[in-house]
């Protein structure tokens, strides 16, 4: 019923910057709190940024002042922003999203994923 595609991905440096996005689309009536989790290999998936539809944030310490998140409720987008990379920072990046549907169901939803690696 709701699809999250992101993109952005990729190899960088360290020192070095990337823009993730993640779109989505089904049968929205409005997207409520979005964000942004990784899972780096062998460990547990971790929250990164989340942003509530009012646009207020909330940040894992280890990307706060490095990571900015944000989103384009007329789009159903949402944005990471992330500069002064880090080896650290390796890891598969999953969009999450909670939305309300025209049936009005709440639905709690995923990407698939994209691989950030930070390597020199």
């Known amino acids: 019923q709701v699809q999250l595609v992101e993109s952005g991905g990729g190899l960088v440096q360290p020192g070095g910057s990337l823009r993730l996005s993640c779109t989505a689309s089904?049968?929205?009536?409005?997207?409520?709190?979005m964000g942004w989790y990784r899972q780096a290999p062998g460990k547990e998936r971790e929250l990164v940024a989340t942003?509530?539809?009012?646009?207020?944030?909330n940040y894992a310490d280890s990307v706060k002042g490095r990571f900015t998140n944000s989103r384009d409720n007329a789009k159903n987008t949402v944005y990471l922003q992330m500069n002064s990379l880090k080896p650290e920072d390796t890891a598969v990046y999953y969009c999450?999203?909670?939305?309300?549907?025209?049936?009005?169901?709440?639905?709690?939803?995923w990407g698939q994923g994209t691989l950030v690696t930070v390597s020199s």
């Open positions: 999450n999203g909670r939305f309300r549907l025209y049936n009005s169901n709440a639905l709690d939803a």
């Open positions: 089904g049968s929205i009536f409005r997207s409520n709190t």
């Open positions: 942003i509530t539809s009012g646009r207020n944030t």
